[in-house]
């Protein structure tokens, strides 16, 4: 049995790998997951993995995992080529207009949501819990607010990478990510 000299095993490898302590996505995790979402869109069916849980992946954390921010930024082009899909199976399933209008529906409740004032826009945790940093999310939802109310320009990828430090009684994480995960749905809806 002859040895694959290091360079062949790197170059076969889809994205880098961690080293030393920091930690980085299990390799099979992330490999299963994206051969069946390479299955899921060869087999072009609509509906057989949707780009709302392609967004929700996640993987255990491993010393020599694979990178993070590559997994991750290879999961942002898998969820935009799935709601592509899903938009042009919308489009001509519901027609242009009530396809805009469900939408429009979306982005409006997530600004409503937005303009509320600084501090309340989400319920808060108990004061000996940990949430979100209240001042780093209302920043946030001010910027996504700009973009649904005027355009202002956040990407996708953006609003997906945001990352915010914890604080004792802060914003209740499951909400805060509820409302990113819309925002991301009615971008992707755009296109």
């Given at each position: 049995m002859t040895e694959t000299p290091i360079h062949d095993t790197v170059a076969a490898t889809p994205f880098p790998?961690?080293?030393?302590?920091?930690?980085?996505y299990e390799k099979r995790a992330v490999d299963v997951f994206l051969a069946r979402a390479r299955e899921a869109f060869e087999a072009d069916e609509v509906g057989a993995l949707r780009s709302t849980e392609v967004r929700a992946a996640a993987f255990p954390l491993v010393k020599g995992g694979y990178r993070i921010d590559a997994v991750d930024a290879a999961l942002g082009r898998v969820e935009d080529a799935f709601a592509a899909r899903e938009r042009e199976y919308a489009l001509s399933r519901l027609g242009a207009r009530a396809w805009v209008a469900e939408t429009r529906d979306t982005a409006q409740v997530v600004l409503d949501r937005l303009r509320r004032p600084r501090g309340s826009r989400f319920d808060?945790?108990?004061?000996?819990?940990?949430?979100?940093?209240?001042?780093?999310?209302?920043?946030?939802?001010?910027?996504?607010?700009?973009?649904?109310?005027?355009?202002?320009?956040?990407?996708?990828e953006q609003v997906r990478s945001v990352a915010f430090r914890m604080q004792r009684g802060g914003y209740r994480?499951?909400?805060?990510?509820?409302?990113?995960?819309?925002?991301?749905?009615?971008?992707?809806a755009v296109g």
């Open positions: 790998t961690t080293s030393g302590r920091t930690k980085g808060r945790v108990g004061f000996l819990r940990y949430g979100y940093r209240v001042d780093e999310v209302d920043v946030v939802a001010d910027r996504v607010a700009r973009y649904l109310a005027a355009g202002d320009p956040v990407t996708p994480e499951t909400q805060v990510d509820a409302v990113l995960d819309a925002v991301v749905e009615v971008m992707l």
